[in-house]
């Protein structure tokens, strides 16, 4: 079993619809990251939680540290949010490392 | 500000061959990482450098070599490429571990014949 879980994996939707992208993890951790990689490749880091909520424009990340769980919402959506989200999690024991989960693909259609 | 660039962008190497691949950074960070990309898998990390002088190998470090040059530079190299080694390469930045927050290069496409 993978140490981080991302669900759904694909998710499609109309413009202007409210998603959410879950995160699950399965170690301690001393913080969790969401990133976007656009579809030319580039990955751009959007947020580093490690207790309660962050907001920035139409992008709010939580986390609940005892559910070992953390989402990101997307308010409004638009075609241009269309990427790969990918949640990545610092373990408590893991030094430098930082562990990936797979990544959910979102397409926002017009 | 560049941020963290990479050479090259795209590589095609034959079986056995070996090439290096550059990453520089300008905003004076401390540590630096290089992470493979494979289809359906999450990034993995292959090597990091938490700071001028020091490597360390990630989960995946076989095959592979890396030089932490000077603050800017950490370059990956492959001694003899092997088509397990096709992949996309992301070298990645932060001020340090405490700090956290990475930031990526635009990546490396490498594909092994």
């Known amino acids: ?110 | 500000n560049a941020g963290v660039t990479q050479t090259p962008k795209f590589q095609v190497l034959k079986t056995g061959q070996s090439m290096t691949l550059q990453c520089a950074q300008d905003m004076n960070h401390n540590s630096m990482y290089w992470y493979r990309q494979d289809p359906g898998m999450g990034l993995r990390l292959i090597y990091y450098s938490a700071s001028e002088g020091t490597t360390d190998k990630g989960e995946v470090p076989n095959g592979y070599n890396v030089s932490r040059l000077n603050k800017r530079e950490f370059s990956l190299r492959l001694e003899s490429a092997a088509p397990s080694q096709t992949s996309v390469y992301f070298c990645a930045s932060s001020w340090d571990r405490a700090t956290d927050t990475q930031y990526f290069g635009p990546g490396t496409r490498l594909t092994v014949l």
């Open chain 1, 1 to 110: 079993k993978n140490e981080v879980e991302q669900s759904p994996q694909n998710l499609t939707a109309q413009e202007g619809e409210f998603i959410t992208i879950n995160c699950s993890y399965s170690v301690g951790i001393s913080a969790l990251h969401w990133l976007q990689q656009h579809p030319g490749g580039g990955i751009v880091s959007l947020f580093m939680l490690s207790s309660g909520k962050k907001k920035h424009g139409r992008l709010i990340a939580t986390i609940n540290i005892q559910e070992k769980h953390s989402s990101l919402h997307i308010t409004a959506s638009h075609p241009r949010d269309s990427a790969v989200y990918i949640c990545a999690v610092r373990s408590i024991q893991g030094a430098q490392k930082l562990v990936f989960g797979q990544g959910t693909r979102l397409t926002i259609n017009p």
